[in-house]
């Protein structure tokens, strides 16, 4: 049953790099598409993990676990960005955290 859970996060990191290099190769609104669906479920994957009570809102209290918390997300997925990407990445993360 651990080989099974295994072999699923393996594909699940698989489709992870396929979808970015989907990004690199692919046309602007593709591109924007995948963006917006790996900070879905980065932030939903950050949004279960934040301690119940903590203000969303208040940027500057949540914006270093959300940050570490990335760091940890994207190297769970080999998931390598340059530090723009990974800035524009926690900034749209930051901002759906206030939207939901």
């Known amino acids: 049953m651990a080989d099974k859970v295994n072999d699923n996060d393996r594909r699940n990191k698989d489709e992870d790099l396929s979808e970015l290099r989907v990004l690199r190769d692919s046309p602007v609104p593709v591109t924007r598409d995948a963006f917006l669906d790996l900070r879905d479920k980065l932030c939903a994957q950050i949004l279960r993990t ?41 900034e749209a993360i930051l901002t759906g955290l206030n939207s939901s």
């Open 50 to 90: 934040l301690e119940p009570g903590i203000d969303v809102t208040q940027r500057a209290q949540i914006r270093p676990y959300v940050h570490d918390r990335l760091d940890a997300l994207l190297e769970e997925r080999n998931i390598v960005l340059n530090r723009g990407e990974k800035r524009q990445l926690l």
